[in-house]
């Protein structure tokens, strides 16, 4: 399983950006999918994640900004950002988790996203 996420950049605060999640077998459908973010010299934390179901969840401090989704068809997942804010500043991570009792993640590569004020 390979998962490729691309769509960072440098954008202004107040901006938009939108990150797109590749995944190279159709294991969205069977998968909880999330995006992930690590900032310099902190932790890697969850930022939105979604299920097959389409059920979703939002760290509280991108609700009301980002929002998560995904195709089916195109084995996609994306994080439409707005009103970025320089804090939003880090790697962002595309992430799949299957399994319960042992679950299994997978990892893309990350992508950088650079809000400046």
């Known amino acids: 399983v390979q998962l490729q996420a691309c769509g960072g950049g440098l954008v202004q605060a107040g901006g938009s950006l939108i990150l797109s999640c590749a995944a190279s077998?159709?294991?969205?459908?069977?998968?909880?999918m999330a995006w992930y973010r690590q900032a310099p010299g902190k932790q890697r934390e969850l930022v939105a994640r979604?299920?097959?179901?389409?059920?979703?969840n939002y760290a509280d401090s991108v609700k009301g900004r980002f929002t998560i989704s995904m195709s089916n068809s195109k084995n996609t997942v994306y994080l439409q950002m707005n009103s970025l804010k320089p804090e939003d500043t880090a790697i962002y991570y595309c992430?799949?988790?299957?399994?319960?009792?042992?679950?299994?993640?997978?990892w893309g590569q990350g992508t950088l996203v650079t809000v400046s004020s």
């Open positions: 077998e159709t294991i969205i459908t069977r998968s909880i």
């Open positions: 979604i299920n097959s179901g389409g059920s979703t």
């Open positions: 992430n799949a988790r299957q399994g319960v009792l042992r679950p299994t993640d997978y």
